[in-house]
C-alpha cells in the first residue's frame, strides 16, 4: 500500500551565486513518520529546510504538497499550507509567559480585546496532547524556563494550529540527557498523531531511537532516503561521512 | 446500573488526569500566595513595589522635615497639578521603552509643541481646540519623523533623538525669539491645570472609578476561577480592590476641602487635568494590555526577532510607539503651559526629560525593553513630583536638587538592572 507523502521535493536544485549548494535533491516525508534529515555540517540540510519553509524559494524542481505541486515563495506560504519549522535558535520572547509566546503574532480575539481566557485554554489542551507535566503553569514567563521546556513551547507553537508538516532544526543540540529524551518522546507523539514530521539531528543515537525513515545529505546530494530498519548505525555514520554505506548510497 | 459516562466527559477526565498545571489549578490560600509573591520578588520581578515604598519613605520624610506645609491642602492640590506633566510625558515614554527604544527629544517636542499652540493662540486667533489640535499633530509628526529614522534607516534611537533635542530646541527659540514667553490666556486651557471640578462630580467619579476597577477585578478572577485557569487568589483580589479604592477616595477627600487661604472664599475639588491623566491612564492601560496591538509591543521589546518571525511588522510597531511617545509630549506640553500660563523658549528643556526617564524608571518600566506599564508613570510621576516639590519647600539650593534627583535616577536605573540579572539567573 502506497501512502501519498505529505511533502514531496523532486529534483530541487539551489544554488548561491556561483555554489551549488542542493543539486537534483529529492526528499519525501509521510504523515504518521519522523524522517531523520542527516548530514556532516554544510551538506546543505539548512538550505532544504528553508527551500522546504519558502525562507529561500529553490532554482528547480518539484514542489508537491499532499500530492498537489505547489509554489512556496514565502514563509507565508509555508504556514498556509500547513508547514511549520522550529528553528534553531528558538525565538521566543522571554518577556512573555508561554500561553502569550504560543499565540504570538495569531491572538485569539473578541472583538478588540484579547480573549486570554480562550488562549489559556487552547494552550493547554496542546500542551497536555504532548503530555508535557513539567510546565506547572501556563502563564509562567519564558524567562523562567529550562531549555528543554523553552523547547518544548516552541515545538507546541508549531503545533498549536493544525499543522500537517513540522520540520525540527536540530531540537536536542542544547539539551542533556533527560531533556533530550523528553523532546524525542514529544517529537515521537507529534508524528502518532498523524503529522509528517521531520528532524534535522547530529545524534546517530536519536535519530535511531525515534525516526521511521532516515535522508542523508551528502555535499548537497541526497545520497540515501531508506526505512531506518534496513539500515545499521555504520552505514549511516558512513552515508554522512563518505556519500556512501554498503549496497545503500551514492551511485558512482 | 453500569457508570455510563458520556464520552466527552470521559475525555475532559482523562485530559484532567493528564494536564499538569499543578500552579495553575491548586486552591491558593493567603500563605501560598504570599509565597508565591516572595519567590516572584526574589526573582526580580519586582512590579509596583519599590515605587510605592518609595513613595510611602517620600511622605514620611518631607511630612516629619516640614509638617505644617508639606501635607498641607494647598501644598497637596500643588503637588497634584506638579506631577501632570512629567507623567504624562513618562506615559509616552514608557511606550517608547517597552520597545527597547529611548525618546531623548520628548521634553524639548513637549515644548515645540506648546509653543504652536501659544502661537496660534496669540498670533493666529486661533480657538482653543484648533491651537490643542495643532498641538498635538507637531507632536505626532515629531514622532513619525524620528520613528522613521530609527525602524527603516535604523540609526539608533540614542543619536536621532539626541539630534532632535539640539534640533526642535532651535525651532522652538526660533518660532518664540530669543529670551521670550508667549503668554497664554485662553480660558479653556488655563482651566486644565489651574481649575477645578465640581466638588460632587470629584465624589462621583471616585466613586465610580473604584466601583468599576473592583468589579472588572472581581468578574475577572470569577471567570478564571469558574473555567479552572490561572487566577491570582480572592484575597489579593480584594486587597487589592481595597488599596486603589482607598487611594482614590482618600485623594479625593483631601483635595474636595476647602484649600482656600481666604475664608471669604472656598476653593476646592480635583484640579481636571487630574482627570485628563486619569483618562490617559486608563486608555493606555487598556492598549498595552488588552489589544493584540500592545501585546505586539511587548513582544518586539524582549525579542525583535521573535516577534518579526511570528509575522509582526516591526517596522511599524516601532514608528508607532515614537508616535505615541512624541504625541503623549505634546500633551504633556500643553498642561505645562496651562499651568505656568505661559510657554518659554526653554520649555520642556532642562531636565524635563530626565524626569520624565527617572519617572517611568523609578514606577517599574525597564530601560532593557519589554517591560512596563502606564501606571508606572503615574506611581513614577508622584515620586519625582514630591522630590521636587519637597526639596522646594525646604529651600535646598539648586546644585543639591540636581544631585538628589540624579542620585534618585541612578539608583532606580541600579535597581532596573539588579532585577534584570536576578530574571536572567532565575531561568536555568
Ligand atoms: N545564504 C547563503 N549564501 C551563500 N552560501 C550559503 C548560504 N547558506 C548556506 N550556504 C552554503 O551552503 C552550504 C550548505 O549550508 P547549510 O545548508 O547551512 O548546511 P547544513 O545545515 O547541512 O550544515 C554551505 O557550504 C554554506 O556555506
Ligand atoms: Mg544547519
Known amino acids: ?252 | 446500573m453500569p457508570t455510563d459516562i458520556p464520552r466527552q466527559k470521559k475525555d475532559a477526565v482523562m485530559k484532567l488526569a493528564d494536564t499538569d498545571f499543578a500552579t495553575d489549578r491548586r486552591e491558593h490560600d493567603v500563605r501560598s500566595a504570599a509565597l508565591d509573591y516572595w519567590n516572584k520578588l526574589k526573582a526580580g520581578e519586582l512590579g509596583a513595589l519599590p515605587a510605592i515604598l518609595g513613595l510611602a519613605a517620600l511622605v514620611v520624610l518631607f511630612t516629619s522635615l516640614k509638617p505644617d506645609t508639606f501635607l498641607s491642602k494647598a501644598n497637596v492640590a500643588n503637588l497634584s497639578t506638579q506631577a501632570l506633566p512629567i507623567t504624562i510625558l513618562a506615559m509616552g515614554l514608557v511606550f517608547v521603552l517597552l520597545v527597547g527604544e529611548i525618546d531623548l527629544s520628548a521634553g524639548v517636542a513637549s515644548g515645540l509643541s506648546a509653543s504652536v499652540m501659544a502661537k496660534l493662540l496669540v498670533d493666529g486667533g486661533q480657538p482653543w481646540y484648533v491651537t490643542i489640535i495643532s498641538a498635538v499633530a507637531t507632536g505626532i509628526i515629531i514622532g513619525t519623523v524620528i520613528g522613521w529614522l530609527v525602524s527603516v534607516l535604523r540609526i539608533p534611537s540614542f543619536v536621532v533623538t539626541l539630534a532632535f533635542f539640539l534640533g526642535l530646541q532651535g525651532i522652538t527659540l526660533r518660532l518664540i525669539g530669543e529670551g521670550g514667553t508667549v503668554p497664554v490666556r485662553d480660558d479653556v486651557i488655563v482651566a486644565i491645570a489651574t481649575k477645578n471640578m465640581p466638588i460632587w462630580l470629584g465624589w462621583a467619579l471616585a466613586v465610580a472609578c473604584s466601583l468599576g476597577y473592583t468589579a472588572t477585578l472581581l468578574l475577572r478572577w470569577r471567570r478564571q476561577h469558574v473555567r479552572g485557569l490561572h487566577s491570582k487568589p480572592l484575597e489579593f483580589v480584594l486587597a487589592q480592590s481595597a488599596v486603589v479604592a482607598a487611594a482614590l477616595l482618600i485623594s479625593t477627600y483631601v483635595l474636595s476641602l476647602d484649600r482656600a487661604p481666604s475664608p471669604l472664599i472656598t476653593l476646592g475639588g480635583i484640579p481636571w487635568g487630574v482627570l485628563l491623566v486619569g483618562i490617559l491612564l486608563i486608555v493606555c492601560t487598556f492598549v498595552l494590555g488588552r489589544t493584540s496591538y500592545g501585546r505586539h509591543i511587548y513582544a518586539v521589546g524582549g525579542n525583535a526577532e521573535a516577534a518579526r518571525r511570528a509575522g509582526i511588522n516591526v517596522a511599524r510597531i516601532r514608528i508607532s510607539v515614537f508616535m505615541i511617545g512624541s504625541g503623549l509630549a505634546a500633551v504633556s506640553g500643553i498642561v505645562a503651559a496651562s499651568r505656568l500660563n505661559s510657554v518659554a523658549t526653554d520649555a520642556g528643556g532642562g531636565n524635563t526629560l530626565l524626569y520624565a526617564v527617572g519617572a517611568a524608571v523609578i514606577g517599574g518600566t525597564s530601560l532593557f525593553g519589554g517591560r512596563g506599564k502606564a501606571r508606572d508613570a503615574v506611581l513614577g510621576g508622584l515620586v519625582i513630583a514630591i522630590i521636587e516639590n519637597g526639596l522646594g519647600l525646604l529651600g535646598t539650593k539648586a546644585y543639591l536638587s540636581f544631585l538628589i534627583t540624579g542620585v534618585v535616577l541612578l539608583l532606580a536605573a541600579t535597581m532596573d538592572a539588579l532585577a534584570r540579572r536576578r530574571r536572567t539567573a532565575a531561568g536555568r
Open chain 1, 1 to 252: 500500500m502506497s501512502v501519498t507523502p505529505a511533502l514531496d521535493l523532486r529534483g530541487i536544485g539551489k544554488s548561491f551565486g556561483p555554489v551549488k549548494v542542493l543539486d537534483d535533491v529529492s526528499f519525501s516525508a509521510y504523515p504518521g513518520e519522523i524522517t531523520a534529515l542527516v548530514g556532516d555540517n554544510g551538506a546543505g540540510k539548512s538550505t532544504l529546510v528553508n527551500c522546504i519553509g519558502g525562507v529561500h524559494p529553490p532554482d528547480s524542481g518539484e514542489y508537491r504538497f499532499e500530492g498537489r505541486r505547489v509554489r512556496v515563495h514565502s514563509p507565508r506560504d509555508a504556514s498556509l499550507l500547513g508547514i511549520e519549522i522550529v528553528h534553531q535558535d528558538l525565538a521566543l520572547c522571554e518577556n512573555l509567559d508561554i500561553v502569550q509566546n504560543l499565540f504570538l503574532g495569531r491572538e485569539q480575539r473578541n472583538g478588540l480585546t484579547l480573549d486570554e481566557d480562550m488562549m489559556e485554554e487552547i494552550a493547554r489542551t496542546t500542551l497536555s496532547g504532548l503530555a508535557v507535566r513539567t510546565l506547572g503553569s501556563a502563564r509562567r514567563p519564558i524567562s523562567t524556563l529550562s531549555g528543554g521546556q523553552r523547547q518544548i513551547v516552541a515545538i507546541a507553537r508549531a503545533v498549536l494550529l493544525d499543522n500537517k508538516v513540522v520540520i525540527l532544526d536540530e531540537p536536542t543540540a542544547a539539551l542533556g540527557i533527560a531533556q533530550s529524551q523528553q523532546i524525542l518522546e514529544v517529537v515521537r507523539r507529534l508524528a502518532d498523531k498523524g503529522l509528517a514530521v521531520v528532524l534535522i539531528s547530529h545524534n546517530i543515537n536519536d535519530v535511531f531511537a525515534v525516526s521511521d525513515r532516515i535522508a542523508a545529505l551528502y555535499l548537497g546530494r541526497m545520497v540515501a532516503q531508506v526505512r531506518t530498519a534496513d539500515v545499521t548505525h555504520r552505514q549511516v555514520v558512513e552515508l554522512i561521512t563518505r556519500g556512501t554505506g554498503g549496497e545503500v548510497g551514492l551511485r558512482r
